[in-house]
C-alpha cells in the first residue's frame, strides 16, 4: 500500500477521533522508530506511556512468540497459568491484594468505581481533582476533571465531584456522608505532570482511614517504574486500597489492571464484574517478561540515573530560555512547562528527528523508556536547545 492510500483509507474509513500527524511508522527498536522512508527517530514520548521498555524489547518480543503458537485465548470461567503468575507477580511487588484483569486504563478506573460503589453500601461519592485524567468510558470521564473532554456527552454518571488538587481544606469540604472514595493521580499526566505534594497525600490516607473511604490511585501512566519506583505511591510512603494500571504493564499489548487490598478484593463477586478478554494468555506473558526485565536489567536505578542526567540538562535549558516557566516531574516523567503554546515546538523538533508530546497546551511532555542512555538524552536535549533558539 502507497502513503497515499493509507492516508486516504484512515481518511475515508477510520473515524476522526484523533489529532494526526502525517507519519507512518513500520519499525521501532529501543528508543528509535522508523517511518515509511527509514528515517530514523529518537522517541522521548514512546506508546503514550507505554513503551517504557522502549519499542519491542527483545524479552517481550520472545514471550509472545513462546505463547502464540500453544494458546492465543481461553475464556475466564477457565484458569491458565499466565494470568496466575502474572498475578502473584503483581503482588509480590507491590501489596497484599487481588487483582482484577480488564484491557485498558479506563476499563480499570471503571472497575475502580463499580468497585467502590458495591463497598460504599449506599455512599457512591467519588472525590477527584481538577486537572485529572481516568479515561473516556462514562464513568471514567465523569471522575476526570477537565471539562473539554466532558463537554457534549452529558448527562454523565452522577456521584463525582471535583476538587482543587493538592488543596486538603477542598477535599475536606467535599466529603458527605454519601462519599464513599477519594481517587486521583500522583503526577497528573495528561493535566500538565502536576505532582501531588507528599503532606497531601498522607493527609488523604489519614482522612480515608478515619471515614472508612476507599483510596484509588490511578497509576496508569505513573506506574511500571515510570517515576523511578515500579509504582509511584512507593515515593509517598503510603499503600493504596485501589490501585489501576494499564499502558506499560503490557510492553505494547493492551492491559488493564484493577488492584484492590486483599480485605476488600472480595467485594465483586461472581457475576459482578467481568472482562471476555481481561489477563489472556499472551498479554499476562508479555507482562511477566516486561515485570522481569526491569528487575534484571536494574531498570529502576538506571531510570533515577537518567532521571537526575535528564532534569540537569532541562534545567541549563531553563536558565537559557526564558519561554521555560518550570520544569518539573519525578523519575523519567518530565513536563517543561512554557510561557507560550507548545505545539509548534513538537512539530519543529519532530521535523529534526525527536518524538516529543505537549498536554495542557503549554507543558511539553517527555517520557523516555526507562532504558534510556544519557548519549540519547544528549540527542534529544541538543534538538530540544535547537529548535528553542529557533523560536
Ligand atoms: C492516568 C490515566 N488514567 C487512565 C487513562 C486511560 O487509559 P486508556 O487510554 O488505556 O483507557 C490514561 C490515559 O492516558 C491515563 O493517563
Redesign the pocket.
Known amino acids: 500500500m502507497k502513503k497515499e492510500e493509507v492516508f486516504e483509507n484512515y481518511r475515508d474509513y477510520i473515524m476522526p477521533t484523533y489529532t494526526k500527524v502525517p507519519l507512518i511508522f513500520t519499525k521501532g527498536k529501543g528508543s528509535r522508530l522508523w517511518d515509511i522512508h527509514n528515517k530514523a527517530y529518537l522517541d522521548f514520548f514512546p506508546g503514550?506511556?507505554v513503551g517504557n521498555l522502549g519499542h519491542c524489547h527483545p524479552k517481550v518480543v520472545q514471550a509472545v512468540r513462546d505463547q502464540i503458537g500453544k494458546l492465543i485465548f481461553i475464556p475466564n470461567n477457565y484458569y491458565h497459568l499466565p494470568q496466575a503468575k502474572l498475578a502473584k507477580e503483581i503482588i509480590y511487588w507491590s501489596y497484599p491484594a487481588k487483582v482484577f484483569f480488564c484491557?485498558?486504563?479506563?476499563?480499570?478506573?471503571e472497575g475502580a468505581v463499580k468497585l467502590a460503589r458495591k463497598f460504599g453500601k449506599g455512599r457512591y461519592e467519588i472525590i477527584t481533582f481538577e486537572n485529572?485524567?481516568?479515561?473516556?468510558?462514562l464513568a471514567?470521564l465523569a471522575a476526570t476533571g477537565q471539562k473539554k473532554y466532558q463537554s457534549g456527552f452529558e448527562p454523565l454518571p452522577e456521584g463525582f465531584k471535583t476538587v482543587a488538587f493538592n488543596d486538603i481544606t477542598a477535599v475536606k469540604n467535599a466529603i458527605t456522608d454519601k462519599t464513599v472514595a477519594i481517587m486521583l493521580?500522583l503526577i497528573?499526566?495528561?493535566g500538565g505532570i502536576n505532582v501531588a505534594a507528599k503532606d497531601f497525600v498522607l493527609e488523604l490516607r489519614k482522612i480515608c482511614d478515619q471515614k472508612n473511604l476507599l483510596l484509588i490511585v490511578?497509576?496508569?501512566?505513573?506506574g511500571i517504574g515510570r517515576t523511578g519506583k515500579l509504582f509511584c505511591y512507593q515515593h509517598y510512603g503510603i499503600t493504596p486500597d485501589v490501585m489501576?494500571l494499564?499502558?506499560a504493564l503490557g510492553g505494547g499489548l493492551?492491559i488493564?489492571v484493577m488492584v484492590v487490598k486483599k480485605e476488600i478484593a472480595d467485594t465483586l463477586g461472581p457475576g459482578m464484574h467481568a472482562s471476555t478478554f481481561g489477563g489472556g494468555l499472551v498479554i499476562c506473558k508479555a507482562a511477566s517478561a516486561v515485570l522481569k526485565a526491569i528487575q534484571k536489567e536494574k531498570l529502576l536505578t538506571h531510570a533515577q540515573k537518567m532521571s537526575a542526567y535528564l532534569f540537569a540538562g532541562l534545567n541549563v535549558l531553563k536558565e537559557k530560555f526564558a519561554i521555560i516557566k518550570e520544569v518539573r516531574g519525578l523519575g523519567l516523567m518530565a513536563g517543561v512547562e512554557l510561557n507560550i503554546e507548545g505545539k509548534a515546538i513538537v512539530e519543529k523538533c519532530l521535523e529534526k528527528g525527536l518524538l516529543i508530546n505537549c498536554t495542557h497546551d503549554k507543558v511539553l511532555r517527555l517520557m523516555p523508556a526507562l532504558n534510556i542512555t544519557s548519549k540519547e538524552i544528549d540527542k534529544a536535549l541538543t534538538i530540544l536547545e535547537a529548535v528553542m533558539k529557533g523560536s
Open positions: 503514550w506511556g484491557n485498558s486504563g479506563a476499563e480499570a478506573s485529572s485524567f481516568h479515561g473516556r468510558t471514567a493521580e497528573q499526566g495528561e490511578d497509576e496508569v501512566q505513573t489501576t494499564a499502558k493492551p488493564g
